[in-house]
């Protein structure tokens, strides 16, 4: 069957879909909605960002299940069941005034929302259908998290300023409903459910086996993964990173405000994020057939430690080309995070279970997530600065980028 054919590619396709809007609702749109809401309802900013925080620890919670149910059932019903659970919240967040609700409807969505077409969900389908093209199949499936940090902070931040938070919400209500509900029925599990094989091969014979990952042959399951030293050097390696990554994002508009900036300003440097994290894809998965992933993820997180130093560098002097520049790099090495992270968990323990494995891996990096954005909330409301923060950052960024350069492929002997 011919590439162009092959089913695998329209996975991909609605992989970029799904990443664009679960990123539009969870991530990108934080930052826009932080003073809008903070300033009508009285709130502190750090109890705005816990809603957010809560839903990614919810997510974690059920992401040990959902690993399960996606390697057994496939993508198909979660993401339908989390488009709709998606669309009731983000419509009631629209419409609520109080905390404790605010706090319970974010927890709902977290928990069986947009964490069931995440890019934890479509990124593990892709690795099913795709082996040796695995890396480009990654990287321009994760297209959808750059669009989402290109597009949708400038458009929602048009219609916050201009018709307030709460049409802001219903917004990305129906951002959802038209596009994730009909994605559901194009998502499949395994291309040998469907009499094909990964990478659109027409024979097993065409697949160079000297040359494929030693776990496409023996596949760890979640219970030898776990017992492997490079599992937990992964797991907290990209924990630290999502951490510092996921900061950066949620506080970039308050960041830039508090820098001097206006929320314009912060807007489109978190799109100039979103068009290096766009550029860059084609550039990793090129990469990604010549070098090892992880020597990769050192480089990554290396020039977004570079661009969050760089954004701090503009709050001294309050020049925006610095700030530009900043948001480029961290951009460029964001864009990297799903491509190369999806890559080695394939690569070290195999396509076969890769749903029930790094689902495993979910409550710990994203309580971390979940954590870190919190504890600059709070830090921020007690200093009223981001620099401390924002060099933590760094900190998280090149310790996780360290764990996972010095990981290697576990062998089945070894355990």
């Known amino acids: 069957m011919g590439l162009r054919f092959y089913y695998g590619w329209w996975i991909v396709i609605g992989a970029i879909l799904c990443n664009f809007v679960s990123l539009s609702v969870g991530t990108s749109s934080i930052g826009v909605f932080t003073f809008p809401i903070v300033d009508d309802l009285g709130w502190k900013v750090w109890q705005y960002s816990l809603g957010p925080s809560i839903a990614i620890g919810a997510g974690a919670l059920s992401s040990v299940l959902v690993g399960n149910i996606l390697d057994q059932k ?26 404790i609700v605010y706090l319970s409807l974010y927890f709902i969505a977290g928990f069986g929302g947009w964490n069931l077409f995440s890019s934890f969900v479509v990124n593990s389908v892709i690795s099913k259908w795709f082996i040796v093209k695995r890396g480009w199949a990654l990287a321009f499936g994760s297209a959808g998290i750059s669009l989402g940090s290109l597009v949708t902070p400038v458009l ?61 042959m023996n596949p760890l399951n979640r219970s030898q993964a776990i017992k492997t030293q490079s599992f937990w050097l992964l797991v907290f390696g990209f924990t630290l990173i999502s951490a510092g990554l996921t900061c950066v994002l949620i506080h970039a508009i308050p960041f830039t405000q508090m820098a001097g900036f206006t929320r314009v300003v912060g807007a489109i440097g ?37 661009g969050v130093g760089m954004m701090l560098l ?96 576990p062998h089945i002997r070894d355990l």
């Open 314 to 409: 503009s709050n001294m002097f309050s020049f925006a080309p610095i700030l530009m520049a900043g948001f480029f790099l961290y951009g460029f090495g964001f864009g990297g995070t799903i491509p190369l992270s999806g890559s080695i968990w394939a690569r070290y323990f195999g396509r076969e279970n890769i749903g029930s494995i790094t689902g495993i891996t979910q409550p710990v990096r994203i309580f971390g997530t979940a954590v870190a954005p919190v504890l600059i909330s709070l830090w921020f409301d007690n200093t009223n600065e981001y620099g401390p923060g924002f060099m933590a950052v760094i900190v998280a960024l090149l310790l996780g980028a360290s764990l996972v350069f010095f990981s290697r492929e």
């Open 74 to 99: 496939g993508p198909k019903p979660l993401i339908l069941l989390g488009s709709l659970v998606s669309a009731f919240c983000l419509g009631m967040l629209g419409i609520q005034s109080n905390l």
């Open 270 to 306: 978190i799109s100039v994020n979103g068009f290096a994290n766009l550029f860059s894809k084609t550039i990793w998965g090129y990469s990604m057939q010549k070098f090892h992933p992880r020597v990769l993820v050192m480089i990554a997180y290396s020039l977004s430690a570079l």
């Open 156 to 216: 929602l931040t048009g219609i916050v300023d201009s018709l307030g938070w709460r049409i802001g919400y219903f917004a990305l209500c129906v951002l959802v409903v038209i596009v994730i509900i009909p994605v559901s029925f194009l998502m499949r599990r395994t291309p040998e459910d469907y009499g094909l094989l990964p990478d659109g091969v027409a024979d097993k014979n065409q697949f160079d086996y000297a040359n494929l990952p030693r776990s496409e």
